[in-house]
């Protein structure tokens, strides 16, 4: 039987913690989900978090997918009455859009305060998400500066961390938080695939082996686009194949049949976007 996909490091559990009790001392909610997979990157919890305070869906590594599969989830998202600030996190790409929203939000906070014979204050604002979709890189890029640290691997922010943006709006950074069980397994899957989950989660050869064969699913112009990258980079032809043999061919004849390393060979072309640009979910009723 195959092992499930679970992962819940000790510092998770910790800051989740923290992250509750600091909730209270919140105003905004700053969502960031992997625009590759913005389905399985909201975690169940963040409605019930954000309570009453205002949210903002921030939509990640939108570089890593297409024009039309980014216009396909603005409209699904509408359609459920939320909007979409999309952005690339790492070249600064949408970030200002993000803030101006902060800023909205916070003049309406104060408002209420001054309604309430309150003084103003700097408006707080949390980043919440899950592990590597880029809370910490969309910080830094507010900030105009490396204020937090921010890598493109799971787990470099462990603890919570409160930085100032300006004399109107203070950001708390909080390490990837991820739901405790992970009940969905192919959503798990696709967390694994774009990195968004520790890599002692699961197995390299057969989260590789997934990703060939999620590609060669995909419908129409996508999946034609998918196995053309495939057979192109790797010279071999995935549609007559299972993933799995797939990836042993690969192995054969670029890595002495050594499955490892041809398997994280594959799964880094891909989270580098060197097999296209690929969202491997679809808005539901979509396909």
């Not at 603890?159 to 109107?168: G, I, N, P, T």
Request: charged fraction near 30%; proline fraction near 6%.
């Amino acid at each position: 039987m195959t092992p499930k996909i679970q992962w819940y490091p000790g510092h998770i559990a910790k800051a989740e913690k923290a992250l509750r009790e600091q909730l209270k001392l919140v105003d905004v909610v700053l969502e960031v989900r992997d625009a590759r997979i913005p389905l399985a990157t909201h975690h169940r919890d963040v409605p019930q978090w954000s309570g009453d305070k205002a949210r903002i869906l921030v939509v990640n590594r939108v570089d890593a997918i297409s024009p039309p599969q980014r216009d396909r989830w603005q409209k699904w998202f509408a359609s459920q009455g939320e909007k979409p600030y999309f952005t690339n996190a790492q070249q600064g790409k949408g970030v200002a859009g993000v803030a101006k929203a902060a800023q909205a939000c916070g003049q309406e906070v104060n408002k209420k305060r001054t309604r309430r014979g309150m003084r103003p204050r700097a408006v707080r604002a949390v980043v919440v998400g899950f592990p590597n979709v880029g809370k910490s890189a969309l910080i830094n890029r507010l900030l105009r500066r490396r204020a937090v640290a921010s890598a493109r691997r799971p787990g470099v922010t462990r603890q919570l961390q409160w930085v100032r943006l300006s004399d109107k709006l203070e950001l708390l950074d909080a390490p990837g938080v991820i739901p405790a069980q992970l009940a969905d397994q192919e959503q798990a899957l696709k967390l694994a695939i774009c990195d968004d989950i520790g890599t002692a989660a699961y197995d390299n050869q057969r989260v590789a082996a997934e990703l060939v064969e999620l590609l060669k699913n995909f419908p129409n112009e996508e999946k034609d686009a998918s196995m053309a990258a495939l057979r192109d980079r790797y010279h071999i032809d995935p549609e007559p194949v299972s993933g799995e043999m797939f990836l042993y061919q690969f192995a054969e004849h670029r890595h002495q049949g050594d499955g490892e390393r041809a398997a994280v060979a594959l799964l880094n072309d891909f989270r580098q976007g060197k097999l296209g640009k690929c969202c491997l979910e679809y808005p539901p009723f979509d396909r």
